[in-house]
């Protein structure tokens, strides 16, 4: 059966049953995938490894073989609108994933039109943090804003702008690398982009991680910290620190704060949001983090910008996001 006939099956379907959309969300370590309603029910989900996928036709028939069986179960291809893609380097215009660092396939990977060939089905693609920013629109925090900011606080901070009701773009689909901008000038060297001083290497849980050891090797101060072997650090160890009242971790998350605070206050005159949601590991800090970053958010400010926006944590169920993300891109598509 040919492409355009599949389309059109899928269209008199549609007529007479509520439409469905796939998101997958591919990761360094992992792919999720799932299954998802328009008032963003995910119905069913499921996920497989990235790791070790060094074929990527071979990767893109495992994922057909694990989402076709959810297809079935849904109700078959005939119930689904098209596919939305959330991928590192994610090119929403070219349909492309471009020199993704994380991901074992290099250099410029058309990835829409081999998902598009082997499912039969439309395709949207654009980057992890952009998807995120859609679902936050459609089913999260941001439901009903014409202009906000997310930022993602995971392993690297990723970050989604819209604007007006539209994400940005940009002219070549890579606009919205707020993580990357240089908020410490000859600062910290990030090792991935091999600059220094970005936010991503600050503000990040790798950047809580060097912090704390930049911390613990310029001081004699007593800490919890000092017990966790090195290689067993994380960002909720940290916080765990500090949660039992140790100083050098309190002030670790007020550093990783002010940091962050000071780049939100740039980001805020740049495009005047109604709101900046934040998501990810690091929210679960809570006021720990978000209290300093408020706080040198405002003192950053000038003044018409001042008490004006507010600094919301997603609602979106962190397991669930990726896959409400990716799967918003779909309602939006032409078929």
């Not at 060097?210 to 007593?222: I, M």
């Amino acid at each position: 059966m040919s492409a355009d006939s599949t389309y059109s099956t899928s269209n008199r379907n549609l007529q007479a049953m509520e439409a469905l959309a796939i998101g997958i969300d591919i990761g360094g370590t992992g792919t999720k995938f799932g299954i998802v309603d328009r008032l963003g029910n995910l119905l069913f989900s499921s996920e497989m490894s990235t790791r070790g996928q060094d074929h990527l036709d071979s990767y893109i028939d495992e994922l057909y073989h694990n989402v076709q069986p959810l297809i079935e179960q849904a109700g078959g291809i005939g119930r689904f609108r098209g596919i939305g893609v959330g991928a590192p380097n994610g090119n929403y215009y070219s349909g492309t994933i471009e020199y993704a660092p994380n991901l074992p396939w290099k250099g410029i990977i058309p990835l829409s039109k081999m998902i598009k060939d082997k499912f039969k089905l439309p395709v949207v693609l654009t980057n992890d943090a952009n998807a995120a920013a859609l679902g936050e629109m459609m089913y999260g925090a941001a439901k009903g804003m014409n202009d906000f900011i997310m930022i993602t606080l995971g392993t690297g901070v990723g970050s989604g702008i819209v604007a007006n009701g539209q994400l940005i773009y940009g002219h070549d689909g890579f606009a919205g690398e707020l993580g990357h901008t240089i908020i410490i000038p000859e600062g910290r060297y990030h090792q991935g982009t091999g600059k220094y001083g970005s936010l991503e290497s600050y503000a990040s849980a790798t950047g809580v991680v060097l912090t704390t050891l930049e911390v613990l090797a310029g001081s004699n101060q007593p800490s919890l910290l000092r017990d966790i072997p090195e290689d067993q650090l994380d960002s909720k160890k940290v916080y765990d620190a500090a949660m039992k009242g140790d100083v050098l971790a309190k002030e670790i998350f007020e550093f990783t704060g002010k940091i962050l605070g000071m780049a939100l206050a740039n980001f805020v005159m740049f495009s005047s949001p109604e709101a900046i949601i934040l998501f990810g590991g690091l929210t679960k800090s809570g006021d720990l983090l978000l209290k300093p970053v408020r706080e040198h958010m405002e003192n950053n400010l000038i003044q018409i910008f001042q008490q004006k926006v507010k600094i919301l944590v997603s609602h979106l169920k962190e397991s669930d996001a990726a896959i409400l993300g990716a799967s918003a891109l779909v309602w939006d598509l032409k078929v």
